[in-house]
């Protein structure tokens, strides 16, 4: 069970290097995407489709109808990825229980964007968890769990990738244990449990009043999806990438405030100065911040915030 590409990765996987027999998958509906509207599978679907495996998409996870299909497959353990909250009702068919693979190192973020949160409050490492289904969720006793280091400089895309092609193997891992049948899973401490919530618009809005760390893993954190963003001149203005650029100068800086500088983008922050290396203008495609200056021309005067202000709001 799962949606997005980080679980299209692990399922083809399991299908092509493992011993296991994958039943069925059960994924989100189609949706309309491009100029066209064109309904489209999801990653999931798609490879599932692309191997031959039967595909449910049910409107609701508790639907009778559905819950019935599910049973007649016979599996002996459902493993999801990246996919919805189950009911009760579904998560205990299988005798053997049901897995979720998670992208942290539980109980450390539980949530929706494990891996964006990570990189946002500085980790240096995180990982991949697997545990049975419980309830609550990403409270499930653990299976397996191995460590990821996260490089200084990684976006989440870049660790979103490589956590999804450790995946298969680690789910491999975690099936093969369960089916020896001789381990103990580990109960989470909840009392070590920090939240990883879904990331709106809202959130994404960077703060310049904060230190240079914070601002730069806030940016790669959320590089490119959901995208941190700011405004210039009210157009708003996606920061893809950026790096702590200068020496502090505590008795000038104006936190938002541009630096001019004929071959770099250059913002004033708390403690000092952070460089945009990447940005997408409001209706235009990447660009570096040296094309941003030769382009759009900043001066000291412009001050990067939230719309409609010329000083920078925390959201």
Not at 22 to 29: D, N, R, S, Y
Not at 72 to 88: K, S, T, Y
Request: with cysteine; charged share 25%; proline share 7%.
């Amino acid at each position: 069970m799962g949606t997005p590409e980080f679980a299209r990765r692990p399922l083809e996987y399991l299908y092509k290097n493992t011993h296991h027999d994958i039943l069925a998958v059960v994924t989100g509906q189609d949706k309309p995407s491009g100029r066209g509207q064109k309904l489209t599978p999801t990653a999931v679907k798609e490879a599932a489709l692309r191997l031959d495996i039967p595909v449910f998409t049910p409107d609701s996870l508790r639907e009778p109808g559905f819950l019935d299909q599910i049973r007649n497959v016979g599996a002996d353990i459902f493993v999801v990825v990246a996919f919805r909250i189950l009911p009760e009702a579904l998560f205990t068919i299988p005798h053997h229980g049901s897995i979720n693979l998670h992208g942290s190192l539980l109980p450390k973020y539980r949530g929706a964007a494990p891996i964006n949160w990570a990189i946002i409050n500085g980790e240096t490492e995180t990982g991949l968890t697997a545990f049975f289904l419980k309830k609550k969720v990403d409270t499930g006793d653990i299976i397996y769990q191995e460590k990821i280091i996260i490089g200084s400089d990684e976006t989440f895309d870049e660790l979103y990738v490589r956590m999804s092609h450790r995946a298969g193997p680690a789910l491999e891992k975690s099936l093969n244990i369960i089916q020896q049948g001789e381990f103990k899973s580990i109960p989470q401490d909840n009392r070590l449990a920090t939240p990883a919530p879904k990331l709106s618009p809202e959130d994404c809005l960077i703060d310049w009043g904060f230190p240079a760390v914070h601002v730069t893993n806030f940016i790669r954190g959320l590089s490119s999806v959901p995208g941190a963003y700011t405004y210039h001149k009210d157009r708003k203005l996606k920061i893809l990438r950026a790096g702590i650029a200068g020496p502090r100068d505590v008795n000038d800086l104006r936190p938002g405030r541009i630096r001019e500088d004929k071959n770099r983008l250059l913002v004033e922050v708390a403690d000092g100065i952070v460089e945009l290396l990447e940005v997408i203008p409001e209706g235009k495609g990447s660009m570096s911040g040296g094309d941003f200056v030769r382009g759009y021309r900043p001066t000291r005067q412009d001050i990067l915030g939230a719309k409609n202000t010329k000083e920078t709001v925390r959201p």
